[in-house]
């Protein structure tokens, strides 16, 4: 069974939001690493080429250990394409950075825990969206849903009046029951 929840739009926006996170995240340690920033051009080019790779992965909600497992694998790869891009500003001559080429042992550290930490925060987003779709479509859509597919409602007993005018005297007619009791409580003095 396929959950209402996971239409092209969520696709669409899940899938965004996931690249563009892996996207700055890389491009943001290759930055840090180079001293160059990259071309405008190459990072719409990357999160629109992450983003597809990740629509194939996100038809349903995932848990923690998925997201952060891709975003981990997404790091490496990128650390590779930013590293054959040549760097904004930079001249043609110097080429693709470098130094961002070989990752050494602290920048692999940074990498996996900037993946940990990003995943985690994705992953509680996703939780958080999940379930406030479903709140609303539970809540809003289905009673709509009942509302609409069910439009008709049948009409409710009318309501039985005693009309007052064909009663003698009213007051008698609600005080016929009425019990009335006057005095204090009798006390026994025992004697």
Do not use: K
């Amino acid at each position: 069974m396929t959950d209402p929840l996971v239409t092209p739009v969520t696709r669409v926006v899940r899938a965004a939001i996931f690249a563009v996170v892996a996207v700055t995240l890389s491009a943001a340690g290759h930055g840090h690493v180079t001293g160059h920033g990259l071309p405008v051009s190459v990072l719409l080019l990357t999160c629109t080429g992450t983003a597809a790779v990740t629509w194939a992965f996100i038809d349903r909600q995932r848990g923690a250990l998925f997201i952060v497992g891709a975003l981990a694998a997404m790091q490496p790869v990128l650390h590779v394409w930013f590293g054959l891009v040549p760097a904004a500003g930079a001249h043609a001559e110097h080429g693709g950075g470098t130094a961002a080429e070989w990752p050494t042992v602290s920048m692999l550290a940074a990498h996996a825990l900037a993946a940990v930490l990003c995943g985690l925060w994705l992953w509680a987003g996703e939780r958080a969206l999940f379930t406030l779709l479903r709140a609303l479509y539970t809540r809003i859509f289905l009673p709509l849903l009942l509302v609409y597919t069910h439009p008709c409602v049948p009409d409710p007993a009318p309501f039985a009046r005693t009309d007052l005018a064909r009663v003698a005297n009213p007051t008698q007619t609600l005080l016929r029951h009425a019990v009335a009791r006057r005095g204090p409580p009798a006390i026994d003095f025992g004697i």
